[in-house]
């Protein structure tokens, strides 16, 4: 399979299969503009706890409600990894994790050991969350070295970069997308959760519109039904990032 090298000199291939999953991230963005009914969507969704006050018992039935609904993964913060892939043994369902959460204000090299972790733990999957700050500074070049060094550090597991949109202008929201794709990763992704606001149809549109045909877009934050994850899908996302996976889906 080509390969290329980015400014970065990070091999990147949007081609190369979802850990786990067989398919790559352009099949997944075409499977999702297939979807029409929200019972479609379990496929497209992370199914998520990060909460501080999440305990063992939270996580269990985390795991089972995505193995029982067919959710692509789990996304939980790096304490329960190990939990969460004893309870997903023998299923499908990915493990993804965070990495810099919530306000990526970390040393970068702090980053890239925490997503490198995280993989030895057995993550298929790590959402960074972008130095917020320097991207609103103008330190591109940071910006695009901390996201890299994730991506190296992660070694072909697929990274998702968080962007925080409603702390950015629309040229910041496409400047962060552009370091994104440059710098390796395999989806941008709207909001943490924990900031002022979450994903919007028209900021979805905006990052779609900005990395182009290949990249995964995931919405995250305040996606509650099954008509605010349909309208997602149809603004360009390819993921959905929800606590309300089970109620989004109709069961």
């Not at 789990?74 to 913060?77: D, H, K, L, R």
């Given at each position: 399979m080509a390969q290329k090298l980015n400014n970065s000199g990070v091999q990147t291939d949007c081609q190369r299969p979802l850990s786990g999953a067989g398919r790559s991230v352009k099949d997944e963005i075409a499977g999702a503009q297939k979807v029409r009914e929200p019972k479609e969507l379990a496929a497209y969704i992370d199914h998520t706890l990060l909460k501080p006050d999440a305990d063992r018992n939270a996580i269990i039935e985390l795991c089972s409600q995505a193995v029982e609904n067919g959710f692509c993964s789990?996304?939980?913060?790096p304490y329960w990894l190990p939990l969460a892939k004893e309870n997903l043994k023998g299923s499908t369902v990915k493990l993804c994790t965070v990495c810099g959460f919530?306000?990526?204000?970390?040393?970068?090299?702090?980053?890239?050991d925490e997503a490198r972790k995280a993989v030895e733990q057995g993550a298929d999957e790590v959402d960074m969350v972008i130095n917020i700050g320097a991207l609103r500074s103008g330190r591109y070049r940071e910006v695009f070295d901390d996201i890299s060094g994730v991506v190296r550090a992660a070694g072909?597991?697929?990274?998702?970069?968080?962007?925080?949109?409603c702390l950015l202008t629309q040229e910041q929201k496409i400047e962060a997308c552009l370091l994104a794709k440059g710098a390796g990763a395999h989806f941008v992704k709207t909001s943490t959760g924990f900031s002022s606001g979450g994903a919007t149809i028209a900021d979805i549109a905006l990052m779609r519109e900005?990395?182009?045909p290949d990249l995964g877009v995931k919405a995250s934050g305040g996606v509650k039904t099954g008509e605010?994850?349909?309208?997602?899908?149809?603004?360009?996302a390819n993921r959905i990032g929800t606590s309300a996976g089970v109620k989004i889906i109709g069961k």
């Open positions: 789990v996304c939980i913060n919530p306000l990526g204000a970390d040393d970068p090299s702090l980053k890239s072909g597991k697929i990274v998702k970069v968080i962007i925080e949109t900005t990395v182009g605010d994850a349909l309208a997602m899908i149809k603004a360009g």
